[in-house]
């Protein structure tokens, strides 16, 4: 089954307390993207992968790390997470050969204390 | 900047009425245009998208929306809303190898 998964679905962690959060898909897609959602802001990109070893900043990424070393993984790290990363974060991949469409993962719910 | 504009932050419709959910955009050239909705709980499923040609499309589960550049808008539409279209709806854009997200509006409907 094709598909986008991210691990964990639910973390509750510490200020300060590095955390990664891993996102995996099996559809050999080149573009890679994490999102967080907030109430009454929407989705915003947080980093893109255009490919493996591509990496490029999205609208906030500030506070967050990302690396592309293998096609199928990219995983978001929060070196020292504070409160106001607390949100819902999505991964998402995508084909841009024909569609542009992307897939998304079923959100990782992240509550920093 | 590239933004994405949904208007109404919230919109509640009678089952079997019309729908019409509103997106602008700001962007320079023709930029490559989607509809996405979110249902409780869940991760994002695409409605539909626009990259060029016919400026009304198709999407699934009998939604359509129409590009207007003079407008710079591509409202969301479907005909006979179901129950089960009760959900959060995001206008997005792709421009410059990013996508930029609306704020969502978020359907009721009621029986």
């Known amino acids: 089954e094709a598909q986008v998964t991210q691990n964990p679905r639910y973390l509750i962690t510490v200020t300060g307390k590095k955390l990664t959060v891993t996102c995996s898909q099996n559809?050999?897609?080149?573009?890679m993207s994490w999102y967080r959602q907030d109430p009454g802001l929407g989705l915003r990109q947080i980093y893109y992968s255009m490919n493996v070893e591509v990496t490029d900043k999205g609208d906030v990424p500030e506070g967050y790390k990302v690396s592309r070393k293998e096609k199928r993984n990219f995983p978001l790290i929060l070196e020292s997470p504070s409160p106001n990363q607390t949100s819902l974060y999505f991964c998402?991949?995508?084909?841009?050969?024909?569609?542009?469409?992307?897939?998304f993962g079923p959100g990782t719910r992240l509550t920093v204390t | 900047a590239q933004s994405v504009t949904q208007p109404d932050i919230h919109i509640t419709v009678s089952e079997g009425a019309s729908l019409e959910l509103r997106c602008n955009y700001s962007?320079?050239?023709?930029?490559?245009l989607f509809w996405y909705v979110q249902s409780p709980g869940q991760g994002l499923q695409l409605l539909l998208k626009y990259f060029s040609g016919d400026t009304l499309v198709q999407g699934i589960k009998g939604f359509e929306a129409e590009f207007k550049r003079s407008q710079s808008s591509f409202n969301l539409r479907k005909p006979s809303v179901h129950w089960s279209d009760a959900a959060e709806y995001f206008c997005a854009v792709y421009a410059g190898n990013q996508f930029y997200f609306g704020t969502g509006t978020s359907l009721t409907v009621i029986p």
């Open positions: 998402a991949s995508g084909t841009f050969q024909s569609s542009y469409e992307q897939y």
């Open positions: 559809m050999n897609h080149e573009y």
């Open positions: 962007y320079g050239a023709t930029p490559y």
